[in-house]
T-cell receptor
Framework: EDQVTQSPEALRLQEGESSSLNCSYT??????LFWYRQDPGKGPEFLFT???AGEEKEKERLKATLTKKESFLHITAPKPEDSATYLC???????????????FGKGTKLTVNP | EAQVTQNPRYLITVTGKKLTVTCSQN?????MSWYRQDPGLGLRQIYY???????DKGDVPEGYKVSRKEKRNFPLILESPSPNQTSLYFC??????????????FGPGTRLLVL
């Protein structure tokens, strides 16, 4: 069964305190791993796509990395505006045999205090 | 402006009364999807559609129906809603090209309460 597990469930940081969020997955034939940001009461907002082990993507204070079993979202010197829930998702095999289904983790709620 | 719209945004209904939540996108995207989001359970895919007349089940399809007769629209139908379908629902679309989670645009959400 395809699974995505995110840890920790919640993380509190002080402004400027760097840390990492983890996303571990089990899926047959990974077609893509995706990171999203979700603010309260809003739909998720796409951040990154990672396709293969060793790949890295960066955007401002965020850097996403991928291994064969997990992905990390590194947050460098976070600011209060980085507070949000961060979601990880993988593309998995659907019932028709193609890889069209998306499976999300439960997310990590990040709070950055000033 | 590129966007995904959902209607209604808020809905209170009673058990057994059929309802439809509409979803429309203006980006000519092939891939569309419905999710529900519940506390402690995260975002779960209900149904998705690869293109017109092509739909498939996600992880939690029971009690829902979808149709894709036009590329821009992907309505979610609850034939006989039950209280366990009380949830926050999101519609999303992406251009596909094999990477369906990539640049997936989400709608603003529909909050449904079934009494």
């Amino acid at each position: 069964e395809d699974q995505v597990t995110q840890s920790p469930e919640a993380l509190r940081l002080q402004e400027g305190e760097s840390s990492s969020l983890n996303c571990s997955y089990t899926v047959s034939g990974l077609r893509g791993l995706f990171w999203y940001r979700q603010d309260p009461g809003k739909g998720p907002e796409f951040l990154f796509t990672l396709y293969s082990a060793g790949e890295e993507k960066e955007k401002e204070r965020l850097k996403a990395t991928l291994t064969k079993k997990e992905s990390f979202l590194h947050i460098t010197a976070p600011k209060p505006e980085d507070s949000a829930t961060y979601l990880c998702a993988v593309q998995a095999r659907g019932t028709r045999g193609g890889s069209e289904k998306l499976v999300f983790g439960k997310g990590t709620k990040l709070t950055v205090n000033p | 402006e590129a966007q995904v719209t959902q209607n209604p945004r808020y809905l209170i209904t009673v058990t057994g009364k059929k309802l439809t939540v509409t979803c429309s996108q203006n980006m000519n995207h092939e891939y569309m999807s419905w999710y529900r989001q519940d506390p402690g359970l995260g975002l779960r895919q209900i149904y998705y559609s690869m293109n017109v007349e092509v739909t498939d089940k996600g992880d939690v399809p029971e009690g829902y129906k979808v149709s894709r007769k036009e590329k821009r629209n992907f309505p979610l139908i609850l034939e006989s809603p039950s209280p366990n379908q009380t949830s926050l629902y999101f519609c999303a679309s992406s251009s596909g090209r094999g990477r369906f989670g990539e640049t997936q645009y989400f709608g603003p959400g529909t909050r449904l309460l079934v009494l």
